[in-house]
């Protein structure tokens, strides 16, 4: 597959989820990014927004198989992972695999079940594999977590640990719509009856597991320059130097912002990686990675904010 092969397949797969997604152009985008990259996904937005129906959209196109996992306070790893049964016609215990053992995982409302329950995906997110009492079970090589959590409540919740969130490649905030994509809404689903599938609005697989393999492969021809890589460190060292961030970026943000970017070359057809690659996707790949100082909070500062301000000071190779 050549990279304007790649391109072609990212340009079909967000016209079949505009069938039924009305804007979030720019989550679709990190999407796509993200599934070349390999990476996680955390998804942030109000109630109603579309995370889960946009998810399930995504996965339709990409023709994977798609679980999806509610989380709740009384979710525990079994529920998750699976386990062991004993089977009493043949006196051996069976394997009973969870709903982690599918190609793209919906983590929907992460943030509502306990941490030793979100732990249960530490592994999986990180190695793509299982272990059920000491025996190792891989998932499959494409496994993708989209997790959604809401910003607006907080009882009830327990926000996800560092180590956890580290395992995402992109934390995205899901806006509400604008005016005239809230109407378009409202005309394309106000008079339909029942939840939205996505079968029933058109959409549907075009592309295939081997066309995945294929575009993955695509990225061995997107070379990063030397001069991208020090940009990239910088960039990330940065963080961990400003006075208003508590607790900055590690190296493995460093490499997972470079193959991002390669990602997002790959996506536009291109053979190398440019700065404003970088940039681009510099705020999604950091925002959940840094800590505030109690000043800055205190300041009401915004992790956003600071980001704009170190790509804006971090020269750029030209």
Known sequence: MTLDDVRAMA????????????????????????????????????PGTAKTFLAQCFATTLGLDFGRIQFTPDLLPGDILGSNLFNFQTSQFTLTRGPIFCDLLLADEINRTPPKTQAALLEAMQERRVTLDGETHALPSRFMVVATQNPIENQGVYPLPEAQLDRFLFKLLVQY??????????????????????????????????????????????TVAQEIVDYVVRLVRATREHGEIASGASPRAAVLLAGAARARAALEGRDYVIPDDVKALATSVLRHRLTLSPAAEIEGRAIEALVAELVDSTEAPR
């Not at 340009?11 to 993200?34: F, M, P, S, W």
């Not at 106000?190 to 609005?201: N, V, Y």
């Open 11 to 46: 340009g079909a797969i967000r016209a079949e989820v505009g069938k039924a997604i009305v804007g979030q152009d720019g989550i679709v985008d990190h999407l796509l990014v993200a599934l070349l990259a390999e990476g996680h996904v955390l998804l942030e937005g109000p």
């Open 177 to 222: 719509p604008s005016l005239e994509e809230e109407a378009k809404i409202v005309t394309r689903f106000g008079q339909r009856h029942g939840p939205s599938r996505a079968a029933d609005l058109g959409v549907g697989a075009v592309v295939n597991a081997a066309r995945l393999e294929a575009a993955s492969a695509a990225l061995g021809q997107v």
